[in-house]
């Protein structure tokens, strides 16, 4: 049986587990706030006190923690931990410079390999198993990794065998460049429904079925409409990774709409909506 060895059981990473357990792994689980990490105990995982206890003896690491300075703290202790011949498998979105740290601190063990392998979807498609798995890595190492993809995601789409060339975050910062557009868009359109006294739910009805329709504008859309933002991906998260976007950016492309989206959320921060969902940056659209 493979041994899978997890740390970061937040909003993505608790479901991911889970979804790793009932595929017949034996997992061990870390978080920095173990009270997050204690239920999925529950559901047949060993939850550990750090991430070296949790990495002596895996086969495989998997890192879905928050941004590259969790990851790397957590990560570099873990990575030591392995046995020559492991695979670190980085599956958080962390950026370019991320990845790269990452892909050193593996080598500095001398015998860790990587896979970055960031997932597109947020937390009801983890719960389901249907993420979209973005991965580079060497091909012999696709073999041992897949069943791990296979259980959390539906799809894995292969873009590279270099991880430090990190082919999987560099098409994860694009995905999420537009998913951070649109629900910005959906977020803006709504509010200028409602300036114009026009029913939001029909803005919404207009577009359905349509070329332009979307069910990410619906899904974000209701939740809008209804005020309430349990979080699928909290603002603070979805925040961090606009800022990434713009980090790796060159001057040789002008992003003028994703510095306007990262200005939008940088304002429903300052108004105290971090730990709701993404689509309250709708209220960056009020005065």
Known sequence: MTTVAFLGTGTMGAPMARNLVAAGFDLRVWNRTRSRADPLAESGAVVVDSPAEAARGADVLVTMLLDAEATLAAGREAAAALDP????????????????????????TGGVAVVDAPVLGTKVPAEKGELVVLAAGAPELRDRVQPVFDAVGSRTQWVGEDPALAGGSRLKLVANNWVLTLTNAVGESIALAEDLDVDPSQFLAAIKDTAVDSAYAHMKGAAIISGEYPPAFTLSAAAKDAGLVAQAASDAVRLDLAEAVRARFARALTAGHADEDMAAVYYASKR
Do not use: F, K, N, Y
């Not at 011949?85 to 500095?108: F, H, K, N, Y």
């Open 85 to 108: 011949g492991a695979v670190w498998v980085q599956m958080g979105t962390i950026g370019l410079p991320g990845i790269e740290s990452v892909c050193r601190a593996a080598a500095d």
